[in-house]
């Protein structure tokens, strides 16, 4: 592997592994292919472009672009994709399931015709713990029944069972990782993290779904860049992997160290109706990961207490998302009657 295809490198995880890899392996290139929707975002790698520049290139396009995507693998001479592309939010899921299955589905779907096409080398699949569904007791591993709940795990489960079937039908040489729930620097503000902290540090609301006692992995985003790191080159073929920290807590026990992170009262928590379908607990077992070697280095607190930190120092970022029309739309509309009742 020397020249990677990262689709949805523009993006929250996506970024963030686009920048670990090019720091580490200075004889990798990264061709980032990304749509640019409302979540990816070139100011994501304005510094990857300044640092990486002979080694770095940006594509806008469409996974479900069958003509770019190929022109594209062979005009960059791609031996390697690493798919990250993905309609990605629950919230999001519910208002519109049809954008979800196209991504999250077709588009996958045409990034595996190329790869089997072009014979590349590796095709990696970026998944979620979510496709388990909830998890009342003990921990998911990878060989368990996918039961999910929602449009988007749904979508996500297929993209998944798609890549794993290439590998069985045609021998494409895939891999597959399934992260828990990430944390960390450039996440759209609309994911609970940053949206807790960047409405605490204009002593907004922060408005939490149900009774708060929802069961959730929080992992560091560099943590889970590591892990699919060790997947490419160690990873068996036709293999998946689960990447969290083995380790949860309660969605209110995380709202209180956003608000202890910053000093802000716990009066700014607001219960909220519960979303529809609301899994209770996600719980990965990550021993097949860690035979390979990997340990995660942030516990949730850490990972969480480090993000809100980068919230608090980077609202140069943050600040025109949430003021523009889209994000106020869309918050409006996911909490506007919540938080009035």
């Not at 902290?197 to 590591?226: F, K, S, W």
């Not at 969290?244 to 000093?263: D, F, R, S, W, Y």
């Not at 077992?285 to 930190?309: F, M, P």
Request: charged share 25%.
């Amino acid at each position: 592997m020397r020249k990677l295809m990262v689709t949805g490198g523009a993006g929250f995880i996506g970024s963030n592994f686009v920048r670990y890899m090019l720091e580490k392996y200075p004889d990798y290139s990264i061709v980032v292919y990304d749509k640019l929707t409302y979540a990816g975002r070139l100011e994501n790698l304005q510094d990857v472009a300044a640092r990486f520049a002979g080694r770095y290139k940006f594509v806008r396009g469409d996974i479900c672009d069958m003509e770019l995507v190929d022109q594209t693998v062979q005009r960059e001479g791609v031996d390697t994709i690493i798919n990250f592309a993905a309609e990605t939010h629950v919230d999001r899921s519910l208002m519109d399931p049809g954008a979800f299955i196209q991504t999250d589905v077709y588009g996958t779907f045409v990034l595996l015709e190329a790869a089997k096409k072009f014979k590349l080398e590796r095709y990696h699949q970026i998944g979620t713990d979510e496709v388990y569904g909830q998890v009342l007791k003990s921990r998911s591993q990878e060989q368990d029944n996918l039961e999910p709940r929602s449009p988007y795990s749904a979508s996500k489960a297929g993209g998944d069972l798609m890549a794993l079937a290439y590998y069985e039908s045609w021998g494409l040489p895939v891999t597959v990782t399934r992260g828990s729930n990430n944390v960390g620097p450039y996440q759209y503000p609309e994911k609970v993290v940053p949206l807790f902290a960047t409405n605490a540090l204009d002593n907004e609301p922060l408005p939490v779904y149900g009774d708060g006692l929802q069961m959730r992995d929080y992992q560091y985003v560099i943590d889970h860049c590591e892990g699919i790191d060790l997947v490419l080159h160690q990873g068996e073929l036709g293999e998946v992997y689960n990447v969290g920290t083995g380790a949860e807590m309660t969605n209110l026990e995380m709202t209180q160290i956003v608000l202890e992170t910053l000093g802000k009262p716990e009066s700014l928590i607001q219960h909220v109706a519960d979303r529809a379908g609301h899994d209770r607990r996600y719980a990965l077992d990550v021993s097949k990961l860690r035979a390979l070697g990997w340990e995660s280095h942030h516990s949730c607190a850490e990972a969480i207490i480090k993000t809100v930190r980068w919230y608090a120092e980077n609202e140069w970022w943050w600040r025109p998302i949430k003021g523009g029309e889209l994000y106020q739309e869309y918050y409006q509309e996911q909490y506007g009657k919540r938080l009035a009742s």
